[in-house]
C-alpha cells in the first residue's frame, strides 16, 4: 500500500543519500525529516529496495551526455 511506497522511497533516498553521496546520517535525517536511527535503518534496507525495482545506485547520480 501506500505506506509501504513512501517507507521503501524513504530507505531507498536514505541510503542513496549516505552511501552515494556521503553524507552523515544526521543531515540525511534533517532533510527528509526523519532520525538519525530511521535514516541509518534505510541506509541497511535500501539497497534491497533498490535492487527489488532494479535501480542500480551507482547509476542514479551517474551524469548524462
Known sequence: GRRGNVRAARYAVSSLGVRELGQPAARVGRV??????SVLRGVERGPSVLATRGIDPKSVFRQQR
Open 32 to 37: 527528509l525529516g526523519l532520525s538519525t536511527q
